[in-house]
T-cell receptor, first 115, second 111 residues
């Protein structure tokens, strides 16, 4: 079974530029998460999707971050414009719906450096 | 607001020794997760604990959950160098499936 796929793996941009990350979850996983992990910290949940609907985006900085999950499969996370403090690893994770499975499966992450 | 705290934050130990990592959380939850992260890598699921008193073991690692005390422990037995990594616990509060991670414990096992 293929795991969670993310691209790109690395991205370097200048502040005020825009960037987009892509995630393809495990087939059949209805729930998808985006996390931000700053160096030396635990992952912080940015947004949670159930199929193509948003369940929780309370920690997403909506003035610069946006995310979508069209057709309930792939998802993109965008930052526009980027700030220096956005430098982090962006992790995508997926899980089965409801009580079918509690475990999250993480992708390899995208390491973003903002200069 | 759900908060998850781990201690210690850093742990340096000799091979062959035993030690315990603690994970405390601030609100009701029956589900707790442990992950391992190697430098520059993503998170790997170690244990899923789904009820009070749950205990799971894999190799030299054993995890337990006390929901009344809002405490989980990850016990390391006879540590080996390969266990060097950062360990995270995570809780999803009251069945929300919204996972809150702890600060992580960076473990270094010295030969």
């Amino acid at each position: 079974e293929a795991g969670v796929a993310q691209s790109p793996r690395y991205k370097i941009i200048e502040k005020r530029q825009s960037v987009a990350f892509w995630c393809n979850p495990i087939s059949g996983h209805a729930t998808l998460y985006w996390y931000q992990q700053i160096l030396g910290q635990g992952p912080k949940l940015l947004i949670q999707f159930q199929n193509n609907g948003v369940v929780d985006d309370s920690q997403l900085p909506k003035d610069r971050f946006s995310a979508e999950r069209l057709k309930g499969v792939d998802s993109t996370l965008k930052i526009q414009p980027a700030k220096l403090e956005d430098s982090a690893v962006y992790l995508c994770a997926s899980r089965l719906f409801g009580t079918s499975g509690y475990e999250q499966y993480f992708g390899p992450g995208t390491r973003l450096t903002v200069t | 607001e759900l908060k998850v705290e781990q201690n210690p934050l850093f742990l340096s130990m000799q091979e062959g020794k035993n030690y315990t990592i603690y994970c405390n959380y601030s609100t009701t939850s029956d589900r707790l997760y442990w992950y391992r992260q190697d430098p520059g890598k993503s998170l790997e699921s170690l244990f899923v604990l789904l009820s009070n008193g749950a205990v799971k073991q894999e190799g030299r690692l054993m995890a337990s959950l006390d929901t009344k005390a809002r405490l989980s422990t990850l016990h390391i037995t006879a540590a080996v160098h390969d266990l060097s990594a950062t360990y995270f616990c995570a809780v999803d509060g009251s069945g929300t499936y919204k996972y809150i991670f702890g600060t992580g414990t960076r473990l270094k096992v010295l030969a």
